[in-house]
């Protein structure tokens, strides 16, 4: 991976859905992260935001697990594939910025982002945006005191010159805004990538303190 200045998004949409983990086209690794997904995810149906929803391969599984999506990502070609991939589910998608989403007063049930925080300038301030975007916990028509959530899917890529974001530096900008984060190391489960990796890959699940 490169950083986020130097990709063409558009460009790369058209072949993005090749690499195993993005298209979830293998069984085995599309039933690894929908396993995934639906313990990270409310047992009930949700609303979930996909922010950098990329071609939109998680949407549709959490679409498929009953959730309802809002998919935002900068990439209009990104947004049409992802468009199509959801055609006839309960999903929209705009082409917006996933540190600013545009959803107005919308509140969600789940943020979701995979692999996109790491290229944003600011973290600590878009953190607190997004945590700012879910329902209060007690309050959620979707399901009661389960409460909302993060969903952050990160790692650091590379060895020569990684990049990323460890999980430890984000579990510290979480800590004055969450007041549960658990962390899920993925490295070591081959079926999410379609192949062993050594570089630190993770999930964190964390549920803000103003709930
Ligand atoms: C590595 S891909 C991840 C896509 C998707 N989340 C996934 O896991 O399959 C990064 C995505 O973030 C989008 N992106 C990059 N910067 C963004 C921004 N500031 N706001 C919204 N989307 C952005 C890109 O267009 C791309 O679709």
């Keep these: 991976m490169t950083t986020n200045d130097d990709v063409d998004w558009d460009t790369e949409a058209v072949t993005f859905d ?3 983990d993005h298209g979830l086209r ?3 690794v599309r039933q690894a992260w929908a396993d ?14 996909d922010l950098g929803c990329g071609t939109g391969s998680l949407s549709l599984l959490a679409a498929e697990q009953g959730h309802r999506v809002t998919g935002v990502d900068l990439s209009p070609a990104m947004v049409d594939r992802a468009r199509a991939k959801l ?3 309960a999903a929209v998608f705009l082409v ?5 989403p545009p959803v107005g007063d919308e509140r969600f049930d789940v943020v979701l982002v995979r692999h996109v925080l790491w290229t944003l300038p600011d973290p600590e301030r878009v953190l607190r945006a997004w945590a700012g975007l879910l329902r209060p916990g007690g309050t959620s028509h979707a ?3 389960e409460g909302g959530r993060l969903v952050l899917i990160e790692g650091v890529w590379g060895t020569v010159s990684p990049v990323g974001i460890p999980a430890e530096r984000l579990t510290g900008l979480l800590a004055p805004l969450a007041q549960d984060v658990r962390v899920e190391r ?4 081959a079926r999410l990538w379609g192949r062993e990796v050594q570089d630190e890959r993770y999930a964190v699940v964390a549920r803000p303190s103003t709930q």
């Design 26 to 28: 293998d069984p085995e």
């Design 36 to 49: 995934r997904l639906a313990a990270w995810l409310p047992a009930r149906p949700a609303d979930v935001l």
């Design 96 to 100: 917006g910025d996933a540190a600013t």
């Design 186 to 189: 993925l490295s070591d489960d």
């Design 18 to 20: 090749d690499e195993p």
């Design 87 to 89: 055609a006839g589910r």
């Design 143 to 145: 399901f009661g005191s």
